[in-house]
């Protein structure tokens, strides 16, 4: 149990456009939502908790209207990068939480943006 | 300083032997913590998590807790090659808060 999904697993994408990321619950409801953000050989780098049908919350230093979340269900959540440049370059993971304080990661979404 | 502190390794043990990994903590809130194992160019994996002070055994992982020197560590024993991941300890009061991983490579 506890299968979180994203797709794409991988993207290229040209300087200038947007690219959306999706992460999915499989197999239960997650209240709770996070996005991370891993530079290689580096730990991961929280960007932004999202409760379903709220705003997400961002940490410090992430631009919101850069990086946009949305948790549209319990089982869905979407991460949006808008007018992506080279340096958000990066590998992009989601994790989810059915309300307790088990994080189920997924797979993992590397973004080449040339 | 950082909330948590990982032993950064990397380490490189052969095949068989017994593997310990150390993660410090300073916030006193913390009050689960879990231990991920993560491939190359994949997500974490939940390995073990535990919410008290004492040792959690599951086949060959054992997590150790220690509040009171605010100190956990992940041992592996008979370490096999599929073992070898980088190993993010983690821990929550409110939301998670990671280590820097530590990169365990088992030589067959």
């Known amino acids: 149990g506890a299968v979180v999904s994203q797709h794409p697993s991988w993207v290229i994408c040209k300087s200038g456009t947007s690219v959306k990321i999706e992460c999915r619950s499989l197999?239960?409801?997650?209240?709770?939502m996070f996005w991370y953000r891993q530079f290689p050989k580096q730990s991961l780098m929280l960007m932004a908790t999202?409760?379903?049908?709220?705003?997400?919350?961002?940490e410090q230093g992430v631009e919101k209207d850069k990086f946009l979340i949305n948790h549209a269900s319990l089982t869905l959540s979407t991460l949006t990068v808008t007018s992506a440049h080279p340096e958000d370059s990066s590998f992009y993971i989601c994790?989810?939480?059915?309300?307790?304080?088990?994080?189920?990661f997924g797979p993992g979404t590397r973004l080449t943006v040339t | 300083q950082k909330e948590v502190e990982q032993d950064p390794g990397p380490l490189s043990v052969p095949e068989g032997a017994i593997v310990s990994l150390n993660c410090t903590y300073s916030?006193?809130?913390?009050?689960?913590f879990m231990w991920y194992r993560q491939y190359s160019r994949k997500g974490p994996e939940l390995l073990m998590y535990?919410?008290?002070?004492g040792n959690k055994e599951d086949g060959r992982f054992t997590a150790q807790v220690d509040k009171s020197s605010k100190y956990i560590s992940l041992f592996i024993r008979d370490s096999q090659p599929s073992d070898s991941a980088t190993y993010l300890c983690?821990?929550?009061?409110?939301?998670?808060?990671f280590g820097d991983g530590t990169t365990l490579t088992v030589k067959p």
């Open positions: 983690a821990m929550r009061g409110g939301k998670s808060t």
């Open positions: 994790s989810a939480s059915g309300g307790g304080y088990e994080q189920y």
């Open positions: 999202s409760n379903e049908g709220s705003k997400a919350t961002y």
């Open positions: 197999d239960f409801q997650a209240t709770t």
């Open positions: 916030n006193s809130a913390f009050q689960y």
């Open positions: 535990t919410y008290s002070s």
